[in-house]
């Protein structure tokens, strides 16, 4: 019998290909496509043939493919010389990982690009066993951990500046931890918010989410308000006793709000607590085994209460194992107008009303620095939709710390615009512009006309925008 011949024919290599469950594109030096499987027909939902001989850009050109950048990633390739790796959104709503590889000839000119295209829910369950080791698998589990993020943070967190999605992108990973975290920044800029974040994303999530914030408990009920006390214990205690704050967080989360208030006697009783995994309530014989995560949060420096001997360094440790700092609002210009939208539908909704920011209003907001954080822009907020008279919200109507930006050079109206990616200060103008203009039109119809847009255009990027 003869063997069989051990290669393989160049028709039955495009056939091979096509059972594979990764799509693939094949383009000449130029970018001309001149092959593509059929699981990348099957994936974009439209047959690969027929861009056969055309540019590979038209695809993003004629196929709604949202890009990450303005560039194309063959011009990328083309111009560093090196495979390129970007998460797409296509008109599908999937979103996709493309790696674009060069192959070279042997004078080092790119004669051909190939194109390998994954859906990232399929990659998703092959996250864990990719290799971490590998540089390929590494630019993966960042391309998967920032759209985990989006997915993990919900309808209520609203972020768009890059510094806050690392953050929520670290607190993601610690979630799976039992590490002690310290919170730190200015009141008001969400480290309540972001403790929950964590412990919703945690193995602990179905247990319970105790938030102790220290500056509101009178400094002589720490102690009965953290670690309980036993029947018949003092004058005027539960005759059945009581569980402790510390107690409710057994199995769960125990978030310790505003630490730095905590009297030095009971900074020591913690300690020993987080120490020996047990506590003992006042009057009580026996320790009880307890079993938490510690999760805590302060606006003020303790490595200086520390110097000042206000508090302890052993717990101090303790207690910062990972520290994430979160940054005023004055400095993520780009979460004003997204925070403002999102405080006013929530609070429209709950008024039964229907008020709207006039585009001088998200101005201010955006030159505002905002010294109580997303706390004061959501008590501003609530309080312009319930005391405003009329649908439209408009400057004369706001706070007069906020008003007094009016008077601030007009060419400001976007805080640290250099900073500002395009695609947001972008959507800043847009919903500026269409707010004005469905402010001074009598129907969104001749409003659409004012923007030189047709109606259904318009009516999308109310939804988009919440307008």
Same mark, same amino acid.
């Given at each position: 019998?003869?063997?069989?011949?051990?290669?393989?024919?160049?028709?039955?290599? %495009? /056939?091979?290909?096509?059972?594979?469950?990764?799509?693939?594109?094949?383009?000449?030096?130029?970018?001309?496509?001149?092959?593509?499987?059929?699981?990348?027909?099957?994936?974009?939902?439209?047959?690969?043939?027929?861009?056969?001989?055309?540019?590979?850009?038209?695809?993003?050109?004629? +196929?709604?493919?949202? #890009?990450?950048?303005?560039?194309?990633?063959?011009?990328?390739?083309?111009?560093?010389?090196?495979?390129?790796?970007?998460?797409?959104?296509?008109?599908?709503?999937?979103?996709?990982?493309?790696?674009?590889?060069?192959?070279?000839?042997?004078?080092?000119?790119?004669?051909?690009?190939?194109?390998?295209?994954?859906?990232?829910?399929?990659?998703?369950?092959?996250?864990?066993?990719?290799? @971490?080791?590998?540089?390929?698998?590494?630019?993966?589990?960042?391309?998967? &951990?920032?759209?985990?993020?989006?997915?993990?943070?919900?309808?209520?967190?609203?972020?768009?500046?890059?510094?806050?999605?690392?953050?929520?992108? !670290?607190?993601?990973? #610690?979630?799976?931890? %039992?590490?002690?975290?310290?919170?730190?920044?200015?009141?008001?800029?969400?480290?309540?918010?972001?403790?929950?974040?964590?412990?919703?994303? %945690?193995?602990? !999530?179905? +247990?319970?989410?105790?938030?102790?914030?220290?500056?509101?408990?009178?400094?002589?009920?720490?102690?009965?308000?953290?670690?309980?006390?036993?029947?018949?214990?003092?004058?005027?205690?539960?005759?059945?006793?009581?569980?402790?704050?510390?107690?409710?967080?057994?199995?769960?989360?125990?978030?310790?709000?505003?630490?730095?208030?905590?009297?030095?006697?009971?900074?020591?009783?913690?300690?020993?607590?987080?120490?020996?995994? +047990?506590?003992?309530?006042?009057?009580?014989?026996?320790?009880?085994?307890?079993?938490?995560?510690?999760?805590?949060?302060?606006? &003020?420096?303790?490595?200086?209460?520390? @110097?000042?001997?206000?508090?302890?360094?052993?717990?101090?440790? &303790?207690?910062?194992?990972?520290?994430?700092?979160?940054?005023?609002? &004055?400095? /993520?210009?780009?979460?004003?107008?997204?925070?403002?939208?999102?405080? *006013?539908?929530?609070?429209?909704?709950?008024?039964?009303?229907?008020?709207?920011?006039?585009?001088?209003?998200?101005?201010?907001?955006? /030159?505002?620095?905002?010294?109580?954080?997303?706390?004061?822009?959501?008590?501003?907020?609530?309080?312009?939709?319930?005391?405003?008279?009329?649908?439209?919200?408009?400057?004369?109507?706001?706070?007069?710390?906020?008003?007094?930006?009016?008077?601030?050079?007009?060419?400001?109206?976007?805080?640290?615009?250099?900073?500002?990616? *395009?695609?947001?200060?972008?959507?800043?103008? +847009?919903?500026?512009?269409?707010?004005?203009?469905?402010?001074?039109?009598?129907?969104?119809?001749?409003?659409?006309?004012?923007?030189?847009?047709?109606?259904?255009?318009?009516?999308?990027?109310?939804?988009?925008?919440?307008?």
């Amino acid at each position: 019998m003869g063997s069989k011949s051990p290669y393989i024919r160049m028709r039955d290599v %495009s /056939r091979v290909y096509d059972e594979l469950n990764i799509g693939i594109i094949i383009t000449n030096g130029d970018g001309i496509i001149i092959w593509g499987n059929r699981y990348y027909s099957k994936l974009a939902q439209f047959d690969i043939r027929t861009y056969f001989g055309r540019n590979v850009r038209e695809i993003s050109q004629r +196929e709604d493919v949202s #890009l990450p950048t303005e560039s194309y990633i063959i011009d990328t390739v083309l111009r560093t010389r090196q495979t390129q790796t970007e998460v797409v959104r296509y008109h599908t709503a999937d979103y996709v990982l493309t790696t674009a590889i060069p192959i070279f000839n042997e004078e080092k000119a790119i004669d051909f690009i190939i194109y390998s295209i994954t859906n990232y829910s399929e990659l998703m369950n092959l996250q864990e066993a990719a290799s @971490k080791s590998s540089m390929q698998a590494l630019a993966l589990e960042n391309h998967l &951990r920032n759209i985990q993020i989006q997915q993990s943070v919900g309808k209520n967190i609203i972020i768009s500046d890059k510094q806050m999605y690392n953050i929520y992108g !670290k607190a993601l990973r #610690l979630a799976s931890t %039992s590490v002690s975290v310290m919170l730190t920044g200015e009141s008001g800029v969400g480290k309540d918010v972001l403790a929950k974040f964590i412990h919703q994303n %945690s193995p602990r !999530k179905d +247990e319970n989410f105790i938030h102790v914030n220290m500056a509101t408990i009178p400094p002589a009920l720490f102690e009965s308000e953290l670690f309980g006390y036993a029947p018949g214990s003092f004058t005027g205690a539960a005759k059945n006793g009581k569980n402790g704050l510390i107690q409710l967080a057994n199995n769960g989360t125990l978030f310790l709000d505003e630490i730095g208030e905590l009297p030095l006697d009971i900074q020591a009783k913690l300690l020993q607590v987080i120490q020996n995994k +047990e506590i003992r309530a006042i009057g009580a014989l026996e320790a009880a085994p307890v079993d938490f995560r510690i999760i805590c949060a302060t606006n &003020r420096d303790l490595l200086q209460m520390v @110097k000042h001997h206000e508090f302890r360094l052993d717990l101090y440790y &303790r207690l910062n194992t990972i520290e994430l700092f979160l940054p005023p609002l &004055r400095e /993520r210009p780009t979460d004003i107008p997204l925070l403002a939208t999102w405080f *006013l539908n929530h609070y429209n909704q709950q008024n039964r009303c229907s008020k709207h920011l006039s585009s001088d209003v998200l101005q201010l907001f955006s /030159r505002y620095s905002w010294p109580g954080n997303v706390r004061e822009l959501q008590h501003t907020i609530e309080s312009l939709v319930v005391l405003c008279p009329t649908e439209t919200i408009t400057t004369d109507q706001l706070p007069e710390e906020i008003y007094s930006a009016h008077h601030q050079n007009p060419l400001s109206s976007i805080v640290n615009i250099e900073e500002m990616h *395009l695609k947001d200060a972008v959507e800043l103008l +847009e919903t500026q512009m269409i707010q004005s203009a469905l402010k001074n039109s009598p129907c969104a119809a001749q409003a659409a006309q004012k923007l030189g847009i047709d109606a259904s255009t318009l009516s999308k990027k109310r939804k988009r925008y919440g307008i």
